[in-house]
């Protein structure tokens, strides 16, 4: 992906609940450590708007909504640590369930995960998802069935209240330009 000024990046597309590009560490060259927040979230978001710019999608033009940055774990026990940028520009403090899924499908695709293999991931604030694969087959192709668990606490909880009048109560459509005067 040609992130602009020079920059360039690779990655691969990986489908774990949604879909992720995910990035490794010869390739961001960044410290996944909380301390660098702000770093980590700026260089995500840029390759996140550089795969929108060069219509980068999953299969079937599906939006790829997440950035995964991996590397390194420095939990015990851990096998790898990443860093998740997700839609809206926020970042997952846990390792992510659904990258978790998505790493460990790249892993099974480069032959590193076996059927019934078992990953550990560290999120960007310390905590551990363990993951394990199943792989199936269906028409003709292999892919992973994926089971995490973990630990998550409740962060919030909201109510949506929309306006039964509201054009836009179920989102903006590209294109879109509201009510007209008069219509």
Known sequence: VDLGAGRTVRGDIAWGGNWFFLIGPDEHRRNLDAAHLNELLDFTSDVRRALDRHGITGRD??????????????????????????????????????????????????????????????????????????????DGQVGVLPRIRGRAWITAE??????????????????????????
């Open 61 to 138: 033009g599906g939006l790829i909504d997440h950035v995964e940055l991996y590397g390194e774990a420095s939990a015990d026990g851990a096998d790898g640590k990443n860093f998740v940028l997700c839609p809206g520009g926020e970042y997952d403090r846990c390792p992510c369930g659904t990258g978790t899924s998505a790493k460990m499908a790249c892993l099974a695709a480069d032959g590193q995960l076996e059927d019934g293999g078992r990953w550990r991931q560290e999120g960007i604030l310390g905590t551990c998802f363990d993951g394990s694969i199943r792989l199936a087959e269906q």
């Open 158 to 183: 909201s109510t949506l209240r929309l306006g039964d009048d509201d054009p836009f109560a179920h989102g903006i459509q590209k294109g879109a330009h509201g009510p007209r005067e008069g219509a």
